[in-house]
Nanobody, 115 residues
């Protein structure tokens, strides 16, 4: 049974930082593309960042967010710096197998950027 468990969300002031973690179990982690998505109230879910061998970022977070993974710990991270109120959203972890394209979602973690 595949599980993706996010943690690290919370309330932070503008300009602050948070580090999200997504711990995966029940899968061969190294054979999965890992991504972070986010969904703000009233908006569609959008891709924030992705990683396998290389990384991709949404234009809105380039230079502020960094995605990384530790295959030994089956964990993907999202370091978020210089946070803005518009970064407020539920952040979701996503895993997709590179051959079968089977995909899984985490339950999400709330990030709120407000003074």
């Amino acid at each position: 049974q595949v599980q993706l468990v996010e943690s690290g969300g919370g309330l932070v002031q503008p300009g602050g930082s948070l580090r999200l973690s997504c711990a995966a179990s029940g899968l061969t982690f190294s054979s999965y593309v890992m991504r972070w998505y986010r969904q703000a109230p009233g908006k569609e879910r959008e891709l924030v960042a992705g990683i396998r061998d290389t990384t991709i970022y949404a234009d809105s977070v380039k230079g502020r967010f960094t995605i990384s993974r530790d295959n030994a710990k089956n964990t993907v991270y999202l370091q978020m710096n210089s946070l803005k109120p518009e970064d407020t959203a539920v952040y979701y972890c996503y895993a997709r197998q590179i051959v079968s394209l089977q995909a899984y979602w985490g339950q999400g973690t709330q990030v709120t950027v407000s003074s």
